[in-house]
């Protein structure tokens, strides 16, 4: 069996944790991380634009892709601590959404965590990016919930029935 693991900062323990119960031994995980290119791109347009041709080496966006990649890193290594069985790293930038789908091409089940509002169930519990991977996963999908789940009390009434 071969399986992705989204790992995200603030819900990726979730997502290990739900891999290391419900993933047989011996299947093949791959922990992905996806670093998104809008922030960087910000800087560095930013960088150009205020400040013309200034020195590259003092463009922020580039600062910000290092940092971005020095967290990934020890995110990925944390999550295969945590994980504690093989599996690979894997990291990717650009689209999330985009780059999660594409990672999970080949793979006989996702992990991912809502990332939205967690306060009471519902669609608005998946962010942008989750939902689009939720809309367009290749492959079946184990979603968790990142803490408990908020109690049923938060669902709507059923529509009144109409003759």
Do not use: K, N, Y
């Amino acid at each position: 069996m071969a399986v992705v693991v989204w790992i995200v900062e603030g819900t990726w323990t979730a997502c290990v944790d739900a891999a290391r119960a419900h993933v047989p031994d011996g299947s093949e995980i791959v922990l992905l991380h996806v670093s998104g290119h809008e922030e960087p791109g910000v800087a560095h347009g930013a960088f150009a634009g205020l400040l013309g041709r200034g020195s590259p080496t003092q463009d922020p966006g580039s600062l910000i892709e290092r940092l971005a990649a020095e967290s990934a890193h020890r995110l990925l290594e944390e999550a295969a601590e945590r994980l504690g069985r093989p599996c690979t790293r894997v990291e990717r930038s650009g689209r999330i959404e985009r780059e999660v789908v594409a990672a999970a091409e080949d793979a006989d089940l996702l992990v991912l965590a809502r990332d939205g509002d967690r306060s009471r169930l519902g669609p608005r519990s998946l962010g942008p990016h989750s939902r689009f991977v939720v809309d367009h996963a290749p492959c079946p999908l184990l979603l968790v919930w990142p803490e408990a789940a908020p109690d049923l009390s938060g669902i709507p009434a059923p529509p009144p029935h109409h003759p």
